[in-house]
């Protein structure tokens, strides 16, 4: 099931009611009840590997509290667990075919094996989110939770489960513990949150996936149509991902829970480590404190620090998927934030003017989306051999209309961003608790007004379903 079906319209309503009708523990029961029924709604048997992982991770982060000694060989069963089932599901493939290319390259038959699984919707979400449990409850920064039915609701929080947020046992646990009170105000708040998430997906990414699509499906695209795709890839993924954390974050207030921020305007990051504490902010964490700094961090010298770092976001391309492109992708972003950690140490960037850091942070940004969303490497390097300067004035005629159609698009995302903005805190007042009763209905009616005069004709799934 998918927050933007019509399965999910008749779905939710029919869960708050009963929710707000029941006790704490009864909601909690209710809530395992609709994740599993939610995530099996169209392959039931996604549930078999979202079962086994609860299981053993319950179990071993149990068994950690109650026998000591093998805390160690309980950690390293349940991780051993996690990336067994992520290396079944998503890399088996991958790494087969590139197999049978070294054996074909040496000489060699290829192996005669056809391995290709379905992934299982969210398995790299909620792994992730298992993994950091465990490691939490083995360094004592959280206590193994006793009940296996507030665990597996850990686990599989429906709002959350497909693609993120990827939260922390010590920010869920407490809430699933917590007798839920009904507000009026966090209705209001999550009801309009969810409607600016399905406008972001429904009428700002729907609508620049077309133009994407057709860029990347040229053959040979000319310089200023190729960028002018990535320019509307780069809307595109932003409105769809941050639509659907929207989504997440807006039902998850319905229900009395509060997921956390996944994003905070990261096209107005000014340096590339900016950037990551903008953009997919659960991730980011989450890479930093389970595998940077165990790997030893900034430690150790430049040196070692630099090679943990390269480390770190070579795995943050991987965990995106099982393609040499997403290699390349998590590659390119550790060397940037290594060059600006050079240019830092030489001074040079503190003299840049803020716009200016923010164009060039953009400019970086799109650079690696054309990585990210162009697979085929033989097309990546035609793409970034084209020149600005051998191409005829047609062409950047077709690239400025395309820029103009996905502006057009973004145009929402650029007013909410000046909206939010700490200027208009502070100059105008303009907080969500200021606009009052009539001032949230009427943001509400205008997202709900432009969702049914401007939706895309043709719709697709959340683009980071597939990791």
């Not at 391995?115 to 465990?134: D, E, K, N």
């Not at 077309?210 to 409105?239: E, M, R």
Request: glycine residues 8%.
């Amino acid at each position: 099931m998918t927050f933007h079906s019509l399965n999910y319209l008749i779905f939710l309503p029919a869960v708050l009611a009963l929710y707000w009708a029941l006790s704490r523990r009864g909601q909690n029961v209710l809530l395992v009840a609709a994740s599993y029924i939610f995530y099996g709604w169209e392959h039931p048997w996604f549930l078999l590997p979202l079962w086994g992982s609860t299981l053993v991770d319950f179990g071993c982060a149990l068994g950690m509290e109650r026998f000591p000694l093998r805390r160690r060989l309980l950690l390293v069963t349940s991780i051993v667990v996690s990336v067994a089932l992520l290396g079944t599901f998503k890399y088996a493939g991958f790494v087969l075919e590139n197999v049978n290319v070294l054996l074909t390259d040496f000489g060699s038959d290829p192996l005669r094996v056809v391995f290709q699984l379905v992934l299982p919707a969210g398995l790299s979400f909620y792994t992730f989110q298992s993994i950091g449990y465990v490691v939490d409850v083995y360094v004592g920064r959280v206590r193994a939770e006793r009940n296996l039915l507030d665990y597996a609701l850990y686990v599989s929080f429906f709002p959350q489960l497909v693609a993120g947020p990827i939260e922390r046992a010590g920010h869920m646990l407490p809430q699933y513990h917590s007798n839920r009170v009904f507000d009026p105000v966090g209705w209001r708040a999550g009801l309009t949150l969810m409607l600016w998430g399905f406008f972001k997906k429904i009428v700002i990414a729907d609508n620049a996936a077309p133009i994407v699509n057709k860029v990347f499906a040229l053959t040979h695209p000319s310089f200023p149509v190729i960028w002018a795709g990535v320019f509307g890839f780069a809307v595109q993924i932003y409105a769809d991902f941050s639509g659907y954390t929207d989504i997440a974050r807006g039902t998850a207030r319905l229900l009395g829970i509060e997921l956390m921020h996944n994003f905070n305007h990261p096209y107005i990051a000014t340096s590339p480590a900016d950037f990551w504490r903008r953009w997919h902010i659960s991730l980011s964490s989450w890479l930093r404190d389970f595998i940077y700094i165990p790997l030893g961090g900034n430690r150790g010298g430049p040196a070692r620090a630099s090679f943990h770092l390269i480390a770190t976001f070579a795995i943050t391309g991987l965990w995106h998927g099982a393609s040499w492109n997403y290699v390349l992708w998590g590659l390119y972003w550790g060397f940037l934030i290594l060059v600006q950690r050079f240019l830092g140490w030489l001074g040079v960037t503190k003299w840049f003017p803020w716009i200016a850091k923010v164009a060039m942070t953009f400019g970086v940004t799109c650079v690696s989306w054309l990585l990210f969303r162009e697979r085929n490497l033989g097309k990546l390097l035609h793409d970034f051999s084209q020149s600005p300067f051998a191409t005829a004035t047609g062409q950047w005629w077709v690239g400025a209309y395309l820029i103009t159609l996905v502006f057009i698009y973004a145009a929402p995302l650029i007013i909410h961003l000046v909206a939010t903005s700490d200027f208009a805190r502070r100059r105008f007042a303009i907080t969500w608790p200021n606009l009052g009763l009539l001032g949230e209905a009427g943001v509400a009616a205008l997202l709900l007004l432009g969702i049914v005069l401007a939706r895309s004709i043709t719709t697709s799934d959340f683009i980071y379903f597939q990791f």
